[in-house]
């Protein structure tokens, strides 16, 4: 947990620093399209909630470090299991690789079906039914991995680690790939938004998972290091040093 704090503040530092403009230009957009429907009046504004500052600020860091503190638990666990089953993997390996895996897996794969919108993108009416399917795509992504993982794992005996690890990542691309093929799809962007704009709104959001995941395999897999490998029992360094 405290190496997802530690990497949703980096992610943080990202989001604001690189994102936030993005966001701000979209909602001048946005802002400008209510105002051109009233008329070039100022009717139909309602007054805010939150104030933008807040959210940008207050809101940001508290969804980032909630969201840090919630995946450093749920990784612990699945490093737990997965260290030493892996591969003959080492502690910093391990956490490098389960972090690219959630990732690829948690973000990357969802995002090329249904890629973050920034505000005046996106039809209202379809804002659940789009939430759905990404987290959808999220859960499906996650089982296809691991079945993934169990079929490598079975092939390698007969085909060698090598050739059952380039067999299960076509199975998963593939299915994933008809994932694509057959979820529908949402094309909401208007013609008059800056197509610009949209692709540094994605980089951003795509920079700023990636800054987090990086981050924490990095902060993870130091910190379990130096707990397993720097303990003065046989059991440590067995765990640090898998075989087989």
Same mark, same amino acid.
């Given at each position: 947990?405290?190496?997802? /704090? =530690?990497?949703? *503040? &980096? *992610?943080?530092?990202?989001?604001?620093?690189?994102?936030?403009?993005? /966001?701000?230009?979209?909602? !001048? %957009?946005?802002?400008?399209?209510?105002?051109?429907?009233?008329?070039?009046?100022?009717?139909?504004?309602?007054?805010? &909630?939150?104030?933008?500052?807040?959210?940008?600020?207050?809101?940001?860091?508290?969804?980032?470090? +909630?969201?840090? $503190?919630?995946?450093?638990?749920?990784? #612990?666990?699945?490093?737990?299991?997965? &260290?030493?089953?892996?591969?003959?993997?080492?502690?910093?390996?391990?956490?490098?690789? %389960? !972090?690219?895996? !959630? @990732?690829?897996?948690?973000?990357? /794969?969802?995002? @090329?079906?249904?890629?973050?919108?920034?505000?005046?993108?996106?039809?209202?009416?379809?804002?659940?039914?789009?939430?759905?399917?990404?987290?959808?795509?999220?859960?499906?992504?996650?089982? &296809?991995?691991? $079945? #993934?993982?169990? =079929?490598?794992?079975?092939?390698?005996?007969?085909?060698?680690?090598?050739? *059952?690890?380039?067999?299960?990542?076509?199975?998963?691309?593939? $299915?994933?790939? @008809?994932?694509?093929?057959?979820?529908?799809?949402?094309?909401? +962007?208007?013609?008059?938004?800056?197509?610009?704009?949209?692709?540094?709104?994605? @980089?951003?959001?795509?920079?700023?998972?990636?800054?987090?995941?990086?981050?924490?395999?990095?902060?993870?897999?130091?910190?379990?290091?130096?707990?397993? /490998?720097?303990?003065?029992?046989?059991? #440590?360094?067995?765990?640090?040093?898998?075989?087989?």
């Amino acid at each position: 947990m405290i190496a997802g /704090v =530690i990497a949703g *503040a &980096l *992610a943080l530092a990202v989001a604001y620093f690189l994102g936030e403009s993005q /966001v701000d230009a979209a909602i !001048a %957009i946005e802002e400008a399209h209510s105002h051109a429907a009233h008329g070039g009046g100022g009717g139909g504004e309602e007054e805010e &909630l939150v104030s933008r500052t807040m959210q940008a600020t207050g809101g940001l860091a508290t969804a980032l470090l +909630v969201f840090g $503190v919630a995946v450093g638990g749920i990784a #612990a666990l699945v490093y737990a299991y997965a &260290l030493g089953r892996i591969g003959n993997f080492g502690p910093r390996a391990t956490a490098a690789l %389960i !972090a690219g895996a !959630a @990732l690829l897996t948690v973000y990357v /794969v969802p995002f @090329l079906k249904y890629p973050a919108n920034p505000p005046a993108v996106g039809n209202p009416d379809t804002i659940g039914k789009r939430t759905t399917l990404f987290f959808l795509m999220v859960a499906l992504s996650l089982l &296809l991995a691991v $079945v #993934a993982v169990i =079929i490598g794992k079975r092939l390698a005996p007969a085909l060698g680690n090598w050739n *059952a690890t380039i067999a299960a990542a076509a199975g998963f691309i593939l $299915v994933v790939g @008809l994932a694509y093929a057959f979820l529908p799809s949402f094309d909401e +962007v208007g013609k008059d938004f800056p197509a610009s704009l949209l692709w540094k709104f994605r @980089l951003s959001t795509l920079a700023v998972q990636t800054t987090f995941w990086a981050g924490f395999g990095l902060i993870f897999g130091y910190l379990t290091e130096r707990l397993l /490998v720097s303990g003065n029992g046989a059991d #440590a360094r067995r765990v640090a040093t898998p075989v087989g």
